[in-house]
Each structure stands twice: as structure tokens, then as C-alpha cells.
T-cell receptor, first 114, second 115 residues
């Protein structure tokens, strides 16, 4: 499967714990996006990478959130001191480089914070 | 402030019917309007997209109608099938405007096509 992959698919954690998600974009896709989707809502933009550079962060991305894309390949999203409000589906998408290029989404990581 | 408003929230049609989903946007700088389809447990997948310099685009059974002056666009699904039952999201971005192209999504429409 050469699509966008995300790991883990599901994560259950207790409030206050740290969690890390991984996204592997489609090979040779320069741009990588993170979105968050809560139940009954559309995905909301969190942050974006052009190769290894993080170029944009949404106001939704509090100080407890950090994302990296070392070497411009896979990306990780870490949430520190999780809160119940962080419970959501975290989606990763990638595309070649044009702003209007199709964004290909992964299956998402569903986070539940107890 | 919701930049892309989508309606209806849910829609039930009979097989063969033509469901219509509507979206309205506020930011006139948006220049790329895709529709995504999402099945339970899956990430969204691009269905069809349009630029504001055309009023209509068809791909198979899916048609986007675009009204630039009204800042509205809609998705029509011809000859709908039970397999089309999914959640549909409209989105907008400044994809051609030199920005990073992050998508602004509507809240989604859950479509159910009855056999």
C-alpha cells in the first residue's frame, strides 16, 4: 500500500499522559499536513510542513502540541499532558507541493483521553 | 468564525435519487473548492474539485455547481447508490494564491442512500 499511513490507529490514554503519533506520507510528497477531526465535525487544520520545515501552525495548536518532520520524510505529532478535550481523530495528509494539489489523507489516529 | 458553511447536516434519499449538498464561503480569496468523501474509520478522500473560473464540473456521477457572485457551491450526485452512503465534506483553500493550501472544511453532510 503506497498511501499515507498513520500509527497507531487507536490510542487510549489517561489524562496527563503524553502521546505521540506517527505519519508516513506518500513517497516524494513534499508537503505534509496535520488535521484534527472531532465527532460530527470536519477536519480542522493544525500544522503544515514543506519538507522538514514547519511553515504554519494553527491557533488550535496549543503549547502542549509539537510536531516534527525530521529529514522531510515521516512526521510525528506529540501531545503533552493530554486533556479530555484532546480526544479526537488526528489526520495526516500529504501532497506533492502545489497548494491546490490533491491532499491524500491517511486513515487517522483516534485518540481517547480518559 | 466558520468560513465554510455546509448544509444539510444529514440527508436520506432513495436509490436513484439526486442528493444535493450545499456550501457557502465567506473569504473571497479562496480559489480552490474540493469535495471529500469519508467512510467510517477512513480518512477523507478527494471526490471532485473546482476553481472559481468555471461554473460547473462533472466527473462521472458527481457534479459541482459554482456560483461565484453568491459565494456558494454545491455537489450533486446523479443516480445515487447505496455505496454512496458516506459523509461528504466541502472545503476551500487559497490553493492557487501562493499559500500553503491548508483546507478549510465544512461540518459535513451524512448521506444515506436507501435501496
Amino acid at each position: 500500500d503506497t498511501g499515507v499511513s498513520q500509527d497507531p490507529r487507536h490510542k487510549i490514554t489517561k489524562r496527563g499522559q503524553n502521546v505521540t503519533f506517527r505519519c508516513d506520507p506518500i513517497s516524494e510528497h513534499n508537503r505534509l499536513y496535520w488535521y484534527r477531526q472531532t465527532l460530527g465535525q470536519g477536519p480542522e487544520f493544525l500544522t503544515y510542513f514543506q519538507n522538514e520545515a514547519q511553515l504554519e501552525k494553527s491557533r488550535l495548536l496549543s503549547d502542549r502540541f509539537s510536531a516534527e518532520r525530521p529529514k522531510g520524510s515521516f512526521s510525528t505529532l506529540e501531545i503533552q499532558r493530554t486533556e479530555q478535550g484532546d480526544s479526537a481523530m488526528y489526520l495526516c495528509a500529504s501532497n506533492v507541493g502545489g497548494g491546490a494539489d490533491t491532499q491524500y489523507f491517511g486513515p487517522g489516529t483516534r485518540l481517547t483521553v480518559l | 468564525q466558520q468560513q465554510v458553511k455546509q448544509s444539510p447536516q444529514s440527508l436520506i434519499v432513495q436509490k436513484g435519487g439526486i442528493p444535493i449538498i450545499n456550501c457557502a464561503y465567506e473569504n473571497t480569496a479562496f480559489d480552490y473548492f474540493p469535495w471529500y468523501q469519508q467512510f467510517p474509520g477512513k480518512g477523507p478522500a478527494l471526490l471532485i474539485a473546482i476553481r472559481p473560473d468555471v461554473s460547473e464540473k462533472k466527473e462521472g456521477r458527481f457534479t459541482i455547481s459554482f456560483n461565484k457572485s453568491a459565494k456558494q457551491f454545491s455537489l450533486h450526485i446523479m443516480d445515487s447508490q447505496p455505496g454512496d452512503s458516506a459523509t461528504y465534506f466541502c472545503a476551500a483553500s487559497m490553493g492557487y494564491g501562493g499559500s500553503q493550501g491548508n483546507l478549510i472544511f465544512g461540518k459535513g453532510t451524512k448521506l444515506s442512500v436507501k435501496p
